[in-house]
């Protein structure tokens, strides 16, 4: 098992050993990243490293290595910092050598002064990157990213501070939306949370004592200051999650905006950023001291957040995610990945036929419909040839009912197929409300983000049938002009006030609708049900219900389980005299079943034959 208690509790320290062992060799820095590389390949390591998807903020110890699987939302201005720098002993005028570099505050004990002079200092550039969870990200991916975690969330490593009670054991993002609402509140928590653990000597951080106290005593003056709350600025209505400042030391050109990282870094959740960054929007407010500084209050409040709601990430290692599939190799193009997608073809054509007659009980028994989402689901743009995007596949299913809750439920199966996600309700309501296109904040300084603004290989459902008669205003126009914008050319035009910028992109747009779509598409199917239930709501419960039992069970639930188990409900209610399936069959169905294979099954352990 690796160490834990060197390279994730205090990577830091392991900094500062490369340092003092290689200085003033400037191939320290590489040696660091090569420390790491190989540390995380030994024992799958990878899983022993928290991230910031799955545990909670107020549980993590400051300075320790963390992981985060995001989007680059937006990218800041690079910014200069001190990365070697000498400190002077006030007394014995003694001097050490430190290192800048993972750092937002420079390293100063007491009785040390920093020496600015210019030829003791060498400064070095970092990029910033403003990064959010990866948009409309599945339930099912967060849940299986949150279990290789959970075997070892009891260990020491992720325990929560002592200033918390048990009863915040079982708090997740999600539920932490008060706190959201409320960032002196959650400044306040997590500042008694940080302070109360260096005392303790839990997170180690080495921190002097002396700017401790000051950060708990400032924090309490400045916390009686109201201030709005703070748009984390998520594509996507209604998301929650982390957001974080990530900054990236080298090869940062590689990453752009709307790519999709998994990083490796050191977390940094220090409270004295809170107190320099209130000091210096009160003294830009003088106007003396704002002719030093070109930052609005508005750009210095979004590029230095709070760092109890946006954590910093100084990144040791970061790769490019070509998905975020938590069932698949990482990446499918290495030679250890060879073996898995050998294997995994080998079955893909009983599990296509498994999946096409789940899908065509979905769509009410037409199969035509089944086989084209199924390759609307595998479709993507695999080259561009001048402005035309070849692989897209944009289908529009017509012939949906004007019931929310058919299309409701196929967007509910295509949340269990696919990593990210999101249904677009095409209202005109929504089209005239809506910021879809992300737009340029020249005050803040930032990218505002739009609903447009999504991951590769996202599927967005549209869903056009809750359309009605009404006037769009301009911004409807405009939205719906970059609807159709982006399924012809799979491009988003990003609004920088004087001019429009073209992103590429690569999402998968479906489209429900009662006759043929407003909107363009490459294919229409007309859905033609060969069983209309009376009770819609009925079926679909079943249709969840079966979901349910499959992913409980997906070993020995198969869709001839299904079938059967649908013949056995149907025959039960014509023996009661009743011509339509209700729920109560249904579940006596079911429970007929089970009594009938755990009889199978105890006969087959008393003649140890199989039946």
Not at 244 to 254: A, F, T
Not at 273 to 302: A, K
Request: charged content about 20%.
């Amino acid at each position: 098992m690796p160490c834990v208690a060197d390279w994730l509790n205090c990577p830091l320290s392991i900094v500062q050993g490369i340092f003092v062992q290689n200085n003033p060799d400037p191939e320290w820095e590489g040696k660091v990243t090569e420390y790491f590389r190989e540390k995380l390949k030994e024992n799958n390591a990878t899983n022993w490293v928290p991230s910031l998807n799955d545990v909670p903020l107020h549980y993590l110890k400051p300075n320790s290595l963390v992981k985060f699987r995001c989007m680059i939302q937006d990218m800041f201005d690079p910014e200069f910092y001190m990365n070697i720098y000498e400190t002077v002993d006030t007394h014995t005028k003694s001097r050490v050598t430190h290192f800048g570099k993972y750092r937002d505050l420079a390293e100063c004990g007491p009785h040390q002064e920093i020496d600015l002079n210019p030829t003791k200092v060498v400064t070095a550039e970092r990029q910033t990157f403003y990064c959010v969870p990866v948009p409309g990200e599945s339930a099912w991916v967060k849940e299986i990213s949150f279990d290789c975690f959970h075997c070892i969330v009891s260990q020491a490593r992720v325990c929560p501070s002592t200033s918390y009670t048990p009863s915040r054991h079982k708090r997740s993002y999600e539920e932490d939306e008060d706190m959201e609402l409320h960032p002196s509140k959650q400044r306040e928590q997590h500042l008694v949370c940080l302070v109360a653990g260096n005392i303790a000597d839990i997170h180690g951080s080495g921190e002097p004592k002396r700017l401790e106290t000051e950060a708990s005593a400032t924090h309490q003056m400045i916390s009686l200051n109201c201030s709005p709350p703070l748009d984390l600025n998520f594509p996507l209505p209604g998301e929650k999650g982390p957001a974080c400042l990530v900054k990236m030391y080298r090869n940062w050109d590689n990453f752009k905006v709307n790519d999709v990282l998994e990083v490796y870094g050191i977390l940094s959740v220090d409270p004295v950023l809170n107190i320099l960054n209130n000091e210096d929007r009160e003294n830009s407010s003088s106007p003396v001291d704002s002719m030093d500084c070109m930052d609005t209050v508005e750009e210095q409040r979004v590029h230095s957040p709070p760092a109890s709601l946006v954590p910093r990430i100084h990144v040791i290692l970061a790769q490019k995610l070509q998905h975020i599939n938590p069932l698949l190799p990482a990446c499918l193009n290495e030679e250890e990945s060879k073996s898995f997608v050998s294997s995994f073809m080998s079955e893909l054509s009983p599990v296509r036929a498994e999946l096409l007659g789940f899908l065509t009980h979905a769509f009410l028994g037409d199969s035509l419909a089944a086989e084209y989402l199924i390759l609307h689901l595998i479709s993507t743009v695999y080259a561009r040839r001048d402005v035309l995007p070849l692989g897209k596949f944009t289908v529009n299913l017509s012939g949906c009912p004007r019931n929310s809750v058919f299309t409701e439920h196929i967007y509910r199966i295509i949340q269990q197929l696919v990593p990210a996600s999101y249904r677009l309700q095409m209202t005109i309501e929504n089209m005239n409300c809506l910021q879809l296109k992300p737009h340029k904040d020249y005050t803040a300084n930032r990218l505002v983000s739009g609903v447009l603004q999504l991951a590769s290989n996202t599927s967005l459902v549209i869903d056009e049938t809750l359309l009605e008669q009404g006037q769009l205003d301009t911004r409807g126009v405009h939205n719906v002009t970059a609807l159709g914008h982006l399924i012809t050319w799979q491009k988003v035009d990003y609004d920088f006030s004087y001019h429009q910028m073209e992103f590429p992109c690569n999402i998968n747009v479906l489209i429900t609708s009662e006759g043929r779509s407003l909107l363009p598409s490459d294919c229409q199917v007309h859905l033609q049900p060969q069983l209309i239930p009376p009770n819609m709501e009925e079926h679909m419960n079943i249709e969840d219900d079966f979901v349910e039992m499959r992913k409980n069970d997906p070993e020995s639930i198969t869709a001839d389980d299904l079938h059967r188990t649908l013949l056995i409900a149907r025959f039960l209610s014509l023996s009661a005299g009743q011509t339509t399936l209700s729920r109560e069959r249904w579940l006596r169905a079911k429970q007929l079943e089970a009594l009938r294979k755990a009889r199978l099954q105890q006969q087959k352990s008393v003649n140890g034959n199989e039946l």
